[in-house]
């Protein structure tokens, strides 16, 4: 009788197998199922991040129009911040900041230092790209606002991921694009603006969607709406595509997700590669 054995000479061929080989055939061991609801609940964060990235660009065009005064939009996110701060402690009681030691003086101290080095390098920041040219001013912004997009931080745990170097790419286009405005003044806004929303509002938007996940979806609404708005002052048609990627990849996405995972057909057994789960680690010393 035929044994799945490699010690022993047997009278069959390499390649043989018997009637048993596919009694250890399994079909999609590790798929997952999904829920839409959880689905688009989870899509939120992409839908967020994409209107950070257009709201800073409509700010950036406002400020650059003299439409936004920089006074109005320091003021506006002076006053956002703080509500923000608030909340932040509010929604976990305090225990996150306990947890991590600092103190609301640490927090001041730190607000401050930021300010004042940024105020003061502004006109270097401002006269930084003299040089170059407009045309590619504007597409590295673009190029680098793209590559904040992909690695950003979503939570999903991949490789490509990398919140250090998504924020960089963002700072580096809000420097880009602050270099192009009128004044110093301008940029030092518009940097500082850019830290707050690239940096500070996601984690706001973390803590929101651990602990008070309803909280989560009204803000997502209507930081969406906000946007959306904001952006048909300036063309109704890029709004209108615009509010389409949001539906596609709020509710079309998912969609297609959950249909796809029933087509899926990955078959397992004795044919897969061999997995050694034992210790070995006392072979190595």
């Not at 608030?86 to 030691?101: E, I, K």
């Not at 979806?217 to 904001?230: I, Q």
């Not at 899926?264 to 072979?283: C, M, Q, T, V, Y």
Request: proline share 3%; net charge positive; hydrophobic share 50%.
């Amino acid at each position: 009788r035929w044994q799945k054995v490699l010690y022993e000479r047997q009278p069959f061929p390499d390649n043989y197998v018997d009637q048993r080989f596919l009694e250890e055939l399994r079909k999609n061991v590790h798929a997952r199922q999904y829920r839409y609801q959880a689905v688009v609940f989870q899509s939120g964060a992409v839908v967020q991040q994409l209107c950070s990235v257009c709201v800073f660009v409509l700010t950036w065009w406002y400020m650059d129009a003299g439409i936004l005064s920089p006074q109005g939009l320091f003021g506006a996110a002076l006053v956002s911040s703080l509500l923000g701060y608030v909340l932040f402690d509010t929604v976990d009681g305090g225990a996150g900041r306990w947890a991590s030691g600092r103190t609301r003086w640490a927090d001041l101290k730190s607000t401050l230092v930021f300010t004042a080095f940024t105020y003061g390098f502004s006109p270097v920041l401002k006269t930084l790209t003299e040089s170059i040219s407009t045309d590619t001013i504007y597409a590295m912004s673009a190029l680098m606002l793209l590559g904040h997009l992909i690695f950003f931080d979503y939570g999903a745990n991949a490789a490509i991921v990398s919140s250090t170097l998504s924020l960089n790419m963002a700072i580096f286009a809000s420097v880009c694009l602050a270099s192009r405005l009128p004044r110093s003044l301008h940029t030092f806004v518009m940097v500082t603006f850019a830290m707050q929303i690239f940096a500070l509002w996601p984690m706001l938007q973390k803590k929101l969607k651990a602990r008070t996940p309803r909280c989560y979806v009204g803000v997502t609404v209507l930081f969406a709406l906000a946007a959306l708005a904001g952006l048909a002052t300036v063309s109704s048609v890029g709004a209108v595509l615009f509010a389409s990627l949001l539906l596609a990849i709020s509710c079309l996405c998912p969609y297609c997700l959950i249909r796809l995972q029933l087509l899926k057909d990955n078959i397992h057994g004795p044919w897969d590669e061999a997995e050694i789960k034992e210790d070995l680690s006392r072979f190595l010393m």
